[in-house]
């Protein structure tokens, strides 16, 4: 029973921050690479961040990358977004995945991953 709970999201105005947390359960943690990815209504699921399994390595995505910043405690289980200088653009339901056989993430695809969590609104508006 592998599970992953993402939770941090809200209303945030443009230029406002927020962090995300994705805390997992039910498997071995430290040995996958987790991903962030988000879906805005009317798009498909779109990589946004991941990180090693060791938390050594980072990905972005390129309309993220300076902004956002993936990290990981592998003590609580937990991977962290931290999300500054949010626009209009960053609107979506952001979910968190394990990758499913590897401890690196060197591209942002959704068909690499698994064991999804259930996904948290994020809404960037004035």
């Known amino acids: 029973q592998l599970q992953l709970v993402e939770s941090g999201g809200g209303l945030v105005q443009p230029g406002g921050s927020l962090r995300l947390s994705c805390t997992a359960s039910?498997?071995?943690?430290?040995?996958?690479?987790i991903g962030w990815f988000r879906q805005a209504p009317g798009k498909e699921r779109e990589g946004v961040s991941c990180i090693d399994s060791s938390g050594g390595s980072t990905n972005y995505a390129d309309s993220v990358k300076g902004r956002f910043t993936i990290s990981r405690d592998n003590a609580k289980d937990t991977v962290y977004m931290q999300m500054n200088s949010l626009k209009s653009e960053d609107t979506a339901v952001y979910y968190c995945?394990?990758?499913?056989?590897?401890?690196?993430?060197?591209?942002?695809?959704?068909?690499?991953?698994?064991?999804w969590g259930q996904g948290t609104q994020v809404t960037v508006s004035s």
């Open positions: 995945a394990a990758h499913r056989w590897a401890g690196w993430c060197t591209r942002l695809d959704a068909a690499d991953f698994d064991s």
């Open positions: 039910g498997f071995t943690f430290d040995y996958y690479a």
